[in-house]
């Protein structure tokens, strides 16, 4: 096919922002319910409600109807908010009020729970079955607010709607609850201030019938994850001792002994509760996930520590869902596969589709090649996944470089691997390069690489974002002087903090990003009320580097125009930190836009939001870096 030449950046494209929102539904979870296989998926076209579906012959059937919304709101991100009785009842927590209700798919859903006198001040996640000597219950984690505190405790809910049982409590936060085989304890993974879990947890155990609980296991310096049974005396547990998460086998005193030793992560950073990263299958071997750049699935024989990994055909994300005998239900994708549920059988190792997280598909010839690749940084390697420019039609012009957009995931400790990303094909499709940067502080590989960002948050993440653009420049792959970076939450602090310090990019595009501390760390949520004290320090000991650090106290160090995006219902990062980075702007005399949506939270769910600020976005590129993306509304820029 011969190539038009045009610049880049303008190429017409057939993927639009309309196109990315409303063909989008993000699955969230699958489970067995008897023959029948359940998930939840996201709805942007129903103002951004989860709903719970299967299927009724060939078509999707929606069982929990509008307006209810299947979505927790402990520790804000929520986790585990519905699950399944054996005779086929859903049981889930509504957002509006945080109650959890039961229902038979078609029957209006009834509270299991009371209505508390302030709505939502009592939430519940990570919802499961469990069978006691009674009879079965709801186990969750549950998160009360009484207007000046916040307790949290691990309770029982009666399924006769009589009201939730209280069985342990003891520390600022809880997950991870696993009944013992005969009902008699309980083991849960602990933390408290100032540790986030991905630092250090505890596993502990508590007999039921005295209440006395002990710490089996972990600490300030072990990050402790997932414990499931194996019979009354011993459990299976994650653990980053050796500096990765890898599996080990541990009796009720603590004596722990390692499964597979493997520089790879077998487990991820806690921000959902309900995650798992393993699964004891019925012979007694387990399906595990590990992470080294990419995602691999494996089945470990705790006897002989072998690992035996299982070809997925080009899928490098994986999660695990539900399981039935040898079928498992996974959540995967892959640089030329989209997101979605996928089922798996362990004797054939066929891979089905179950529901994808996308109605419709580009074809194929628009979508990116995502290439992983390590830059070499002044102070240490940066990994990163590459989108180069790609459209079946269009190349650039001549000598020309392609302008690139440096993504920078949240978390910080998230982790991005090769993935067929909608938003990704919408740039390069346009002929706008994007590289997605794992900096130090990301997850995926082990401990130490994660603790690359302790006290130096607004440092290594802004020196690794900027050695990786650099590489590409040097390469010969970018323009440097249209490079961009746009980042959301944690990474949009990076995206701020590195206009503010550094001249390499062009503009940037910050999604509800923390821009202050000061303020941010008295109105933000428990959950991360604390967090900053190991990525920067505590207070008021490190309250000079807080405003050091700041990027709203460095826009003197801004030259170059922002685009704020922020959703006005943000509890994590509140409006204030885009409107006082807003106010800086305009003192300053700096080009700017600044986006607010009302009903929205921390991240945007809502179709008419979604269109809005991809265009935006876009927009606001090409006005900055000299190109006119066709068919986009222009984005009216506050100028001096």
């Known amino acids: 096919m011969t190539h038009s030449a045009l610049p880049f950046g303008s190429w ?14 993000p699955v969230e979870g699958g489970i067995f319910v008897g023959d029948e296989i359940w998930w939840s998926e996201m709805r942007p076209t129903e103002g951004g409600r989860t709903t ?20 927790s709101r402990v520790h804000e991100y929520g986790g585990g908010a519905w699950t399944a009785t054996p005779d086929g009842r859903m049981i889930f927590v509504e957002f509006s009020d ?46 009360i607010h009484d207007g000046t505190d916040i307790v949290r405790d691990i309770c029982a809910i ?57 710490r089996v296991l972990g600490g300030p310096d072990e990050s402790v994850l997932q414990p499931e049974w194996i019979d009354e005396d011993s459990l299976y547990v994650i653990s980053d001792r050796s500096g990765w998460w890898n599996l080990y086998r541990t009796d009720l005193s603590g004596n722990a002994e390692a499964l597979h030793t493997s520089e790879a992560d077998f487990g991820a950073p806690l921000w959902h509760l309900g995650a798992r990263w393993y699964s004891i299958l019925d012979d007694g071997t387990l399906l595990t996930v590990r ?42 994708a892959g640089a030329q596969r989209p997101a979605g549920l996928r089922l798996l059988d362990l004797e054939t190792l066929a891979v089905a589709d179950i529901r994808s997280g996308l109605e419709s598909v580009p074809d194929a010839d628009y979508l990116p090649l995502g290439e992983p690749i390590t830059f070499k940084g002044p102070e240490r390697e940066v990994h990163t996944v590459v989108y180069a420019p790609r459209n079946p039609e269009y190349c650039g012009l001549d000598g020309e470089l392609p302008p690139y957009v440096a993504f920078v995931h949240g978390g910080p400790t998230a982790h991005v691997a090769p993935a067929l990303n909608p938003v990704f094909a919408y740039f390069t499709s346009r002929g706008i390069g994007v590289v997605d940067v794992n900096y130090g502080g990301s997850s995926g590989y082990g401990r130490e ?45 990076t995206v701020l903090a590195a206009l503010t310090s550094s001249d390499v990019f062009a503009c940037g595009a910050s999604y509800f990003g923390v821009a202050e501390l000061e303020l941010f760390v008295a109105e933000t949520h428990d959950f991360e009320s604390r967090y900053i004290d190991g990525l920067i320090g505590p207070l008021p000991e490190a309250l000079e580097l807080y405003r050091t650090r700041a990027p709203l106290n460095n826009v003197d160090g801004l030259s170059c125009p922002v685009l ?17 980075f807003r106010d800086a702007m305009v003192r ?46 222009t984005l009216e820029l506050w100028r001096p």
């Open 291 to 332: 992470t080294f750049g990419v995602d691999t699935l494996a089945i470990l024989n705790p006897a002989t520590g072998s690992l035996e990994d299982i070809d997925l055909d080009g899928l490098t994300s994986v999660s695990l869902s539900g399981r039935a005998g040898t079928s498992v239900l996974i959540k995967a």
């Open 12 to 25: 017409p494209s057939p993927i639009s922002a309309a196109d990315l929102a409303a063909s989008g539904h």
């Open 564 to 580: 704020l995006l922020q959703g006005l219902s943000d509890p994590i990062v509140p409006p204030s930190q885009a409107e006082r």
């Open 52 to 71: 719970i579906c299967r299927y009724r012959g060939d078509e999707v059937e929606t069982m929990l109807r509008a307006p209810f919304n299947a979505r």
């Open 449 to 493: 690489y994660r603790n690359r960002l302790q006290g130096q948050w607004g440092v290594v993440d802004v020196e690794d974002t900027v050695a990786a653009v650099r590489g590409l420049a040097e390469a010969g792959l970018a323009d440097p002087a249209r490079l961009a970076i746009e980042g959301g939450s944690a990474g949009g602090w």
């Open 98 to 143: 945080q109650r959890v209700y039961i229902a038979r798919p078609g029957e209006d859903p009834v509270p299991l729970t009371p209505e508390p006198a302030v709505t939502a001040s009592v939430r519940y996640g990570e919802l499961s079955i469990v069978s006691f000597p009674h009879g079965a219950e709801v186990l969750a984690v549950r998160e």
């Open 158 to 214: 009666a399924l006769d709607g009589t009201g939730a049982r209280s069985l342990v409590s003891g520390s600022h936060f809880l997950a991870s609850p696993r009944m013992s085989p005969n009902g008699t304890h309980l083991a849960w993974i602990a933390w408290d201030h100032p540790q986030m879990p991905w630092d250090g947890t505890e596993l502990r155990i508590v007999d039921l019938a005295t209440g006395e609980w002990t």
């Open 588 to 633: 300053k005399g700096i080009p700017h836009a600044y986006l607010a949506y009302e009903g929205e939270s921390h991240g945007f769910r809502k179709l008419d939001t979604l269109v809005n600020a991809r265009e935006s976005e876009l927009s606001f590129y090409g006005q900055v870096m000299g190109f006119t993306p066709p068919g986009i509304p």
